[in-house]
């Protein structure tokens, strides 16, 4: 089955998101290719989607952040796309307030997550904004930073305003911060779909490397398991997979359980229904083969 591309565009307040969304849908255009986009913002009022021409699929998600509130009904819309209009590629927008970990849990379902081809979180900085960024909160400094840690391809935007020697430190500095992701410094988000395409680092690659920053695996388990020695196995996790969830099924119970981990912490929902046993891992300078083989071990 041909899976659907995901691209996550990511990147603070104001930066050039919707700028570079608009110029990717008009590349999009010239191509076959069926796009959906979602769009979520922290208003109940859309105020970009207008930005996307009749043709394209939109939908909104309003009245919160993907990351925090409005998760299941993401999870939810996201399933409806995939029955129903089985797109080629999906844009997600996200609020510049947003968490690019936490986008990222959010739409990795166990429901779908083996539909998904995840091909990378895109940051757009604003180059002034990044270079007086000491003015900001230290939480908003912090999510700033985190966008840009955690970023496959970065696009510094508005260099125009920028002297070159500001524009030369701005870049080495955020390379600083990110060794692995493309760097591009342009002027209203110029990049091509192509560009992005080329992007090296999908995630379902990642899940081979052990070298890169954020990564994910998908692990179904095809029989009930020991709880015990599942618990064995959260306990020597190393601490930077960051969240686990999807279902398990254990041999003293006829129902699954909906399973929820993170920061160490798990957690266990009984479900009603016989769902695939899908468990969706994120986690940073992970070597997914050791925890498969572990995981294997715990299904023998
Ligand atoms: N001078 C300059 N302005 C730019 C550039 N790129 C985008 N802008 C402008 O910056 C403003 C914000 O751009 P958007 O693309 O809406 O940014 P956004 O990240 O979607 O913003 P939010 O939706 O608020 O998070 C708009 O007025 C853009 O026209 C650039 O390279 N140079």
Known sequence: MKKTEVYILSGFLGSGKTTLLKRLLEDERKSARKVTVLMNELGKVSIDSNAVEEDVSLKELLGGCICCSIQDKLEAQLQG????????????????????????????????????????????????????????????????????????????????DLKDSEQAAISYEIQAVNQTAKCLLTNYSQVSIEQLRSLSVSFEKASQRIDINLSTFVYQFKTAINHTRFEEFLKELPDTIYRIKGYVKFDYAVQPFLFQFSYGMPLYIKEEMNLPLNLVFIGENIDWNRIRKQLENIGK
Request: without cysteine.
């Open 81 to 160: 796309l995939l029955m129903e209009e089985k797109p080629d590629v999906i844009y997600i927008e996200t609020t510049g307030a947003a968490h690019p970990v936490e986008v990222l849990d959010a739409i990795l379902s166990p429901l779908f997550a083996d539909q998904l081809n995840i091909k990378g979180i895109i940051t757009t900085v604003d180059g002034t904004r990044w270079k007086d960024r000491k003015s900001l909160s230290p939480q908003l400094q912090q999510l700033v930073l985190e966008q840009v840690r955690h970023a496959d391809f970065i696009i510094i935007n508005k260099m125009n």
